[in-house]
C-alpha cells in the first residue's frame, strides 16, 4: 500500500472544496451526536446554492440545523432519524422530515440499499502511526455508513478523544480530509430534582449486585446511577453513555465483573456529556465504542445475565403502551434503541425492561398516566412488551397483567392530584369493581 502519510498530505483540502464533491440528487449522512464535523457542514450551508435537492440525515444532534432555513427548500433537505431540540419546529413545519426506523437496524438499511447512503461527512482523530483514524465518542451508525458510501469526506479534529472498540478508519478509506480542530460540543448534565431523586431510588431498588445496565436518554438516566453507589459489580452494555457513569467507574461499583459478554467492558454505540466525559473514554481499553447494529441487537444484548434497561418516556396509557416519542402528532425525538433494550432485557436471564418519568407534565398540570393517548400519538413501546413503569410514586409491573389490573396498577403511580379523574376513567371502562380480586 502506498505510504498512508503520502495519501494522507494528497487528500488535504479545504471544507469549501471538500463539500464541492457531494453530487446533487443524493444523499448525505452527518455523523451523529459529538461525531458531527461541524466545519463541513457549515461549509455545505454556506454554498447552499450549488446543490440540487440533497437530503441530509442523522440522529441526535448537539448543534443547530441551519439546513433547515425555509431558503435551503430544494438545495438541502434535512430527514431526521431522530428528532432533536434544534430541528424539531422544522419538523413540525414541514421544512423537514422523519423518517422511523430502529437506530440498530440503520446500518442495515445503508447496506441493503433500504437507505443508500452517496456521502458521508464525519469526524476523526488524527492518525496514528499505521494511518488509523479514530471516530471517538460516536461509532455508532456512523462507520458502518462509511462502509457503503461512494464518498467519505473526514474532518480531522485534534479535540477528538481516541478510543477502542471497532471506532477505527484508515486514511486510505477517506477521499478527503479537512483539518479543523473546533472544539466538541457538551451535553452537561442538570442538577437532579427531588422527582427525578425519587425515580432514580424506586428504580434502583429494582437493579441487583452483578447487574447489566442500559440507560438511555434524557434527566433520567443520570439520576438513577446516582443512586446506585451501595451496589456491586455492575455493568454497562448501552446504546450511550453520559457523565454519570464516571463516578461508579471510579469508585469500582461498575468494573463489568459479572458481565457475560464483554466482560470488564463498558460498552457503547456512542457516548455525549461533558469534557470530563471525553477525557475519562480517551484512550481508555475499559471503553469500548462499536457500531450500533452489534451493541442494539436485541439477540446480542439478551446475553448479558440480568440485563437491566432504563428509558424514558412521555405517557403510558391504561393499557401499558408507551409513547416515548411525540406530543400527539408531532413528532418529539425518536425510537433510538428503546425497544431494542426492552426485547433484549426479555431475553436476558434474570433480565429487566425499566421504562421511567415524572408522574406530571408542563410543570404539574398534566398527567402523564392517561387512560387513553390523543389521536396521532406514537407508540413507541407496544403493551405486549411492556414491563417495569416507574414514576416517583412507585412501581408498576405491567408483564402479564390484565388490562384491567393494568389501568389500577398504573393508576396507583400517577400524581395524587389526577388519581380522582382517572378512577372517573376507570369506572367508565370497567365498571364499579369492589369485587374485583386483583393478583398483582
Ligand atoms: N404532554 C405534554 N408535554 C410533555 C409530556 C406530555 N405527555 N411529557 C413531557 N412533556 C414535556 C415536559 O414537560 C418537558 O417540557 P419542559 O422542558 O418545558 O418542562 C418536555 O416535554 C421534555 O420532557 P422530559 O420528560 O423532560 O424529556 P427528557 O429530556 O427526559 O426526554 C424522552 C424523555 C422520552 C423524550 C427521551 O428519553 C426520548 O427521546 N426517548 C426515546 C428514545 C429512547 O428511549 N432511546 C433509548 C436509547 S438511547
Redesign the pocket.
Known amino acids: 500500500m502506498e505510504n498512508w502519510k503520502t495519501v494522507y498530505q494528497s487528500r488535504l483540502v479545504t471544507a469549501d472544496e471538500a463539500v464541492t464533491h457531494i453530487p446533487n440528487n443524493s444523499r448525505v449522512l452527518i455523523g451523529h451526536a459529538a461525531n458531527q464535523p461541524p466545519a463541513l457542514v457549515e461549509a455545505m450551508c454556506r454554498n447552499y446554492r450549488q446543490y440540487e435537492n440533497v437530503e441530509l440525515v442523522h440522529w441526535v444532534t448537539l448543534f443547530g440545523s441551519e439546513y433547515c432555513a425555509p431558503e435551503m427548500q430544494g438545495h438541502l433537505r434535512f430527514n431526521g432519524l431522530f428528532i432533536s431540540g434544534s430541528n424539531r419546529k422544522a419538523v413540525a413545519q414541514n421544512l423537514a422530515d422523519f423518517t422511523p426506523t430502529y437506530f440498530g437496524q440503520c446500518p442495515r438499511y445503508f447496506r441493503d440499499g433500504t437507505l443508500p447512503i452517496d456521502a458521508v461527512l464525519i469526524s476523526v482523530t488524527p492518525p496514528d502511526e499505521h494511518g488509523f483514524c479514530s471516530l471517538g465518542v460516536s461509532v455508532g451508525g456512523t462507520l458502518p455508513a462509511t462502509q457503503v458510501a461512494k464518498v467519505v469526506i473526514a474532518q480531522v479534529n485534534r479535540n477528538l478523544p481516541r478510543t477502542y472498540g471497532d471506532s477505527h478508519i484508515h486514511v486510505s478509506k477517506i477521499d478527503y480530509l479537512v483539518e479543523a480542530d473546533t472544539p466538541l460540543p457538551t451535553m452537561e448534565s442538570g442538577p437532579v430534582g427531588e422527582v427525578e431523586a425519587a425515580i432514580g431510588r424506586n428504580c434502583a431498588s429494582l437493579i441487583e449486585d452483578g447487574s447489566t445496565l442500559q440507560l ?5 438516566p443520570d439520576a438513577v446511577l446516582k443512586s446506585l453507589t451501595d451496589k456491586k459489580d455492575l455493568g454497562i452494555h448501552s ?2 453513555i453520559a457523565d454519570g457513569v464516571i463516578d461508579l467507574y471510579e469508585k469500582g461499583i461498575i468494573n463489568g465483573a459479572k458481565k457475560t459478554i464483554h466482560k470488564g467492558k463498558i460498552v457503547v454505540a456512542f457516548l455525549m456529556g461533558s469534557q470530563r466525559l471525553y477525557d475519562f473514554v480517551h484512550n481508555n481499553p475499559d471503553v469500548e465504542v462499536l457500531p450500533v447494529d452489534h451493541v442494539n441487537d436485541p439477540w446480542v444484548i439478551g446475553q448479558n445475565r440480568k440485563m437491566v434497561s432504563i ?5 403510558v396509557d391504561f393499557n401499558g403502551q408507551v409513547n ?2 411525540s ?1 400527539g402528532i408531532q413528532q ?7 425497544l431494542d ?1 426492552i426485547r433484549g432485557s426479555f431475553l436476558s436471564p434474570g433480565g429487566k425492561a425499566i421504562l421511567a ?2 408522574s406530571t ?3 404539574g398540570t ?1 398527567s ?1 398516566i392517561v387512560p387513553v393517548f390523543e389521536a396521532g400519538t406514537t407508540v ?1 413501546t407496544p403493551r405486549t412488551d411492556t414491563h417495569y413503569i416507574v414514576t416517583e410514586y412507585g412501581i408498576a409491573n405491567l408483564r402479564g397483567k390484565s388490562l384491567r389490573e393494568r389501568a389500577k396498577l398504573l393508576i396507583g403511580i400517577a400524581h395524587p392530584k389526577f388519581h380522582e379523574e382517572l378512577w372517573a376513567a376507570y369506572k367508565e371502562r370497567y365498571g364499579e369493581d369492589e369485587n374485583f380480586l386483583s393478583h398483582s
Open positions: 438511555g436518554i434524557g434527566s433520567i446504546e450511550m428509558n424514558s418516556c412521555l405517557q416515548s416519542e406530543m418529539f425525538s425518536g425510537v433510538g434503541g428503546q433494550y418519568m415524572p407534565a408542563k410543570k398534566l402523564r413507541t
